[in-house]
């Protein structure tokens, strides 16, 4: 591992062109590492280009938009010296942005999935780290100092990958990482206030419809909901509301593991898959998709009722025979 991430440090100081993206409908761990990787590059010298879909308002405590290309994909050159994939499993996750991946000079794939298909000409995988976030600091932290501008996205990507440090994921190491990036100064209790607990009027209204049209299977080892494109319409939320539904569900007294269906489109359906013990990230492989062992998503086709049906059927089964 350190001779890969001699390369990638090697990599980053002969690019001038760089540009760093995340995955479809960022969460905390994409839009952190993301923004904490584009304020490593400014200390290396570098004029960094972040590439996100909308992310949530949320994370505007600690994203620094200076960096972030806000204009149209025909005005953005195609093909950069090197381009840098983060917190994304499979290189189509990357959406609009996975064209100018295949067109760049160089890519690095920096990642802690465990069902990371390796897709970059230097992959950097750790999956036993709690987050990407995690991971960023592991590569950089012995060729950077890290300011107040670097901890305080990476300090959200790991409380939001964790759920504020409550994962199985976490390690003494994520404590300790998470100590030096508090000693920066950071003020990481609104942080986590902000990231974690605080809604919008839109998030609580939809997790009102969530709860409304809640549903158990397997006597309440399963519990799993539905959101339709209408019921997200009404209450005036976006895909990234929808983020800490399936965490919630978790918390149900006897829920072994929770399902969020969503639709995103016609025909397509979004799987969040979390769980206590139960290995979702195999189970979603069976539908295309991946992730963690604890928490996973996959993206169906037909009806969300279908497809709920279809997945709770199958994933009865795996469950009974735990």
Do not use: W
């Amino acid at each position: 591992m350190a001779d890969a991430i001699n390369e990638i440090i090697n990599k980053i100081k002969l690019s001038e062109t760089v540009y760093i993206a995340g995955h479809l409908n960022p969460d905390g761990d994409a839009v952190g590492s993301c923004f904490a990787l584009a304020e490593i590059l400014k200390v290396f010298g570098k004029k960094p280009v972040v590439l996100l879909e909308t992310f949530s308002d949320k994370f505007d405590i600690i994203a620094d938009n200076q960096h972030l290309f806000n204009g149209s994909l025909n005005d953005l050159p195609q093909r950069p010296e090197l381009f840098i994939a983060l917190d994304t499993s499979v290189k189509d996750r990357l959406g609009m942005f996975e064209q100018v991946f295949d067109n760049a000079a160089f890519t690095i794939n920096i990642d802690h999935h465990v069902s990371n298909t390796n897709y970059a000409d230097i992959n950097y995988v750790e999956s036993k780290s709690s987050s990407t976030c995690e991971t960023v600091y592991s590569v950089f932290s012995s060729y950077s100092e890290i300011n107040h501008n670097i901890a305080a996205p990476l300090y959200t990507g790991i409380i939001t990958d964790t759920d504020g440090l409550r994962f199985p994921s976490v390690s003494p190491k994520t404590f300790e990482i998470v100590a030096r990036l508090i000693e920066t100064g950071i003020n990481f209790p609104e942080i986590q206030r902000t990231v974690l607990h605080a809604r919008s009027f839109a998030e609580a209204r939809i997790l009102g419809i969530a709860l409304n049209n809640l549903r158990i299977a397997s006597g309440g080892k399963i519990i799993y909901t539905t959101i339709s494109i209408s019921e997200l319409t009404i209450c005036g939320a976006m895909y990234s509301d929808l983020d800490k539904i399936a965490e919630h569900l978790l918390n149900i007294k006897g829920a072994e593991v929770s399902v969020l269906f969503s639709e995103r489109g016609e025909d397509k359906v979004k799987a969040s898959f979390r769980a206590l013990n139960a290995d979702v990230c195999s189970f979603a492989s069976r539908y295309g998709g991946g992730g963690h062992k604890l928490a996973a998503g996959a993206t169906l086709s037909g009806g969300i009722d279908s497809a709920a049906e279809e997945v709770i059927s199958s994933l009865e089964e795996m469950i009974n025979g735990i």
